[in-house]
């Protein structure tokens, strides 16, 4: 709990301070597949005086983050240092519940004793829909002024969003991105639906197999009546060319 505090603590100072960089993005595909990045840096310049960026380095668990199962590697570009965690998940279905999620972002990997479930899920067959609400610490300082704290959280959709109340939408409400300073309530919120694409395939597969089955039923009709045909027309050809069968046709 006392490291919690400090992180905490020293978290606020280092971002309302205009010293720090907080990017999280999280990437979901068509597939359910998702990739998080989160990237904590700080001004070397502004830090290194006071000696904060080896005290704020030492207050943040990396270890707990790889037990967390995210990837975790030092950062140290364009003035800024600090680290970057990445986690892969196989199916987002594997951290959802049916049950409301309302998480602190960024505590959230500090606190952590267990799974950690990011969405709430709404179950049908063809597709689920999915819902988040995330809290973000409120990084103003003393006047009421945040405009120092530098936290971005950008999300990456295969669909567009049914809803939410990012600070910026592009790429046909594909994309999302949240600027902490021009959050009202410090909150994100967002929903949106991606397609079972198990259930859609194996419908796609049965409709093909169904489709196949009747074209083949259909040619061996077509050949039954073709043969049936042929029969008819052969056996009044032979009839034809039989003579003892012309002269009991004619007596």
Do not use: H
Request: proline share 1%; aromatic share 10%; glycine share 4%.
């Amino acid at each position: 709990m006392k490291r919690l505090k400090l992180f905490l603590l020293m978290l606020v100072i280092i971002i309302t301070s205009g010293c720090a960089r907080i990017n999280y993005n999280m990437s979901i595909s068509l597939f359910k597949k998702m990739d998080i990045s989160l990237l904590y840096s700080f001004d070397k310049e502004l830090l290194k005086e006071e000696n904060l960026l080896e005290k704020y380095t030492d207050v943040i668990d990396k270890d707990k983050l790889e037990i967390l199962g995210y990837t975790v590697t030092d950062y140290n570009e364009d003035g800024y240092k600090g680290f970057r965690a990445n986690l892969k998940v196989n199916s987002i279905d594997n951290v959802s519940k049916e049950d409301e999620v309302d998480i602190n972002i960024i505590d959230t990997l500090q606190i952590a004793k267990e799974k950690i479930y990011y969405f709430q899920v709404k179950k049908s067959f063809f597709k689920n829909t999915y819902r988040a609400t995330y809290r973000i610490n409120d990084y103003n300082n003393n006047d009421g002024n945040s405009d120092n704290a530098n936290v971005i959280f950008e999300l990456n959709l295969p669909m567009k969003a049914l809803d939410n109340n990012a600070t910026e939408v592009t790429n046909d409400g594909k994309t999302l991105s949240w600027d902490y300073n021009k959050l009202s309530d410090k909150k994100i919120e967002f929903e949106f639906e991606i397609y079972n694409m198990g259930a859609l395939i194996s419908v796609i597969c049965a409709g093909i197999a169904l489709l196949l089955l009747i074209m083949i039923s259909l040619k061996s009709t077509k050949k039954d009546e073709e043969m049936v045909t042929n029969y008819e027309t052969n056996e009044e050809k032979n009839k034809l060319d039989d003579p003892m069968m012309t002269n009991i046709e004619t007596i």
